[in-house]
């Protein structure tokens, strides 16, 4: 019999047949947010939780406490219920209210910091609380089990589902545990795929990419790793977000929509290719948001 663990991954690669009109290349989704938490977080998730309970780490009796934008906390929340293990997520006061309920919803104890401080804020508050003992800090930002779940589960999978003519990667860079990940594998497998980041030009307010301050730039994240970084608006973002809805069926929120703005870019530049890129999560956390509102 199966657990809902079982389900996380094996997410399904769709073609997006009306957002360009080279026909020598081919545009992919990968629906991250058909995982049981709606997001690609959920290997991340799944990965470091588990990778702390096989060390040792993680003991009977400790708390899990993580700073986190949405999508790892829900993640985060739902696997740490499974395993039995109490769990303290901070993230941001300008977090859509969806986030905050669903983490709830689960039984994680959510602390909001000021929205103007960002995601630097809920990284410094969760060090302060970790000074005081009981808590294990998975840290999603410096964690190699982010970026291995990526390693042996997305890249495989898009690798299968391509039949390995998968020519280029775009991702919306956070954490960068996905792009990182899924770079190593496709690199081994074809040294010549493109790896493509997304990330917000400078003043855009976009959830789930970020242009990291370099105090705080992940410790998983190998520039190497990156072939090239594509800048994207808010403005673009958001009207590839509304885009993928009503052109494509594609429910997304932000980041994704950013992530397939590059794609699009970039497939400007081609002649020939199999792109694909990542749909982070689903549509509905972002319904209080202004993200969806009526034009």
Not at 43 to 64: F, H, N, Q, T, V
Not at 265 to 280: Q, R, S
Request: glycine share 10%.
């Amino acid at each position: 019999m199966a657990t809902l663990l079982d389900f996380i991954g094996n997410t399904p690669l769709v073609e997006l047949t009306h957002l360009h009109t080279k026909p020598g290349v081919r545009l992919y989704a990968k629906l991250e947010g058909n995982n049981p938490g709606g997001s690609v977080k959920d290997r991340a998730a799944y990965s470091m939780i588990k990778g702390a309970l096989d060390r040792g780490e993680l003991k009977p009796g400790m708390k899990l406490i993580e700073a986190t934008s949405g999508n790892t906390g829900i993640a985060l929340a739902m696997i740490a219920r499974l395993f039995r293990v109490e769990i303290e997520l901070v993230m941001p006061a300008s977090a859509t209210k969806e986030r905050v309920q669903t983490m709830e919803a689960f039984g994680a104890k959510v602390i909001l910091t000021p929205a103007e401080k960002s995601m630097e804020g809920a990284i410094d508050y969760v060090a302060e609380r970790m000074e005081k003992g009981g808590y294990l800090v998975l840290n999603q930002f410096g964690n190699p089990d982010n970026y291995l779940a990526h390693e042996r589960t997305t890249g495989p999978e898009i690798w299968r589902d391509t039949e390995g003519r998968v020519t280029h990667f775009v991702s919306s860079m956070g954490t960068t545990g996905t792009i990182m990940g899924v770079s190593r594998y496709l690199k081994e497998q074809n040294p010549q795929v493109q790896i493509i980041g997304a990330q917000p030009v400078e003043g855009s307010q976009i959830p789930g990419i970020r242009r990291w301050p370099a105090e705080y730039l992940p410790k998983i994240f190998e520039p190497k790793r990156v072939d090239r970084t594509i800048d994207v608006s808010q403005d673009e973002a958001t009207a590839m977000t509304r885009r993928l809805a009503r052109e494509e069926g594609v429910f997304a929120g932000m980041s994704s929509g950013g992530a397939v703005h590059v794609a699009t870019k970039l497939i400007e530049e081609l002649k020939e290719g199999v792109v694909v890129c990542i749909i982070c999560d689903r549509g509905d956390r972002y319904l209080s948001s202004e993200l969806f509102a009526a034009r």
